[in-house]
């Protein structure tokens, strides 16, 4: 069973950029959750989206947003990017959208903004 | 408001030593699931154990063992005869039902552990 998939895996963009990163699930499961990974803030969750819709969303401004396809992958998008951007982000799916269930994570996409 | 503390920045052991990683958390809720996640430096975190509000039973697997407290609201990690392989960035995390449906899953800062040779 193929595990979660974030492509690209490396990134460079420029302050003022947007960019839009990809998330496959695990087949069958239909959570996808999103987090920002810093050295400073640790892991911190964006958003998670559940058969098309999102439930939750964390504290990011408007230029982060994201979205989940039919068949269960994601994108998230960050637009006018800031320095402060620049982090690992974590893509999660879980077979049950309920907070019992286990996160499966991806190796993550880093961005860097020069 | 949830919140997860993982007090230990930075672990350093000898191998063969036992090692305990600390996590204390908060929530109002009362139903809610406790997670401990493994990150390798290749980045992937990995589910290590889930305990929900309700099994304060304490578990061992292998060389890993899982102290839950709801007393002192405290779910603590120990490996026993620590192995090189067992550096990386441990995390704690707290899961519960999102205001909106669904669930937010918040995770403490990460404890990172070097297993010296």
């Known amino acids: 069973k193929a595990g979660v998939t974030q492509t690209p895996r490396y990134l460079i963009k420029t302050r003022g950029q947007q960019v839009t990163l990809s998330c496959s699930p695990i087949s069958g499961h239909r959570s996808v959750s999103w987090y920002q990974q810093t050295p400073g803030q640790g892991l911190q969750f964006l958003f998670e989206?559940?058969?098309?819709?999102?439930?939750n969303k964390g504290n990011f401004p408007g230029r982060f947003s994201g979205r989940q396809f039919s068949n269960s992958r994601s994108e998230m998008n960050v637009s006018t990017l800031e320095l402060g951007d620049s982090a690992l982000y974590l893509c999660?799916?879980?077979?049950?959208?309920?907070?019992?269930?286990?996160?499966?994570f991806g190796q993550g996409t880093r961005l860097t903004v020069v | 408001a949830q919140k997860v503390t993982q007090a230990q920045t930075e672990i350093s052991v000898v191998e063969k030593e036992d090692v305990t990683l600390d996590c204390v958390y908060e929530t109002r809720d009362t139903t809610y699931y406790l997670f401990w996640y493994k990150q390798p430096p290749s980045g992937e975190l990995v589910f290590l154990i889930r305990r929900n509000s309700f099994d304060e039973q304490n578990e061992i697997s292998g060389r890993y063992s899982w102290n839950f407290q709801k007393s002192t609201s405290s779910f603590n990690f120990t490996i026993t005869a620590s192995q090189v392989v067992d550096s990386a960035v441990y995390f704690c995390?707290?899961?519960?039902?999102?205001?909106?449906?669904?669930?937010?899953?918040?995770f403490g800062a990460g404890t990172r552990l070097f297993v010296k040779a």
């Open positions: 989206y559940f058969s098309e819709t999102q439930r």
């Open positions: 995390a707290l899961s519960e039902a999102g205001n909106t449906g669904g669930f937010k899953t918040i």
């Open positions: 999660a799916s879980r077979a049950g959208g309920f907070s019992s269930s286990e996160a499966f």
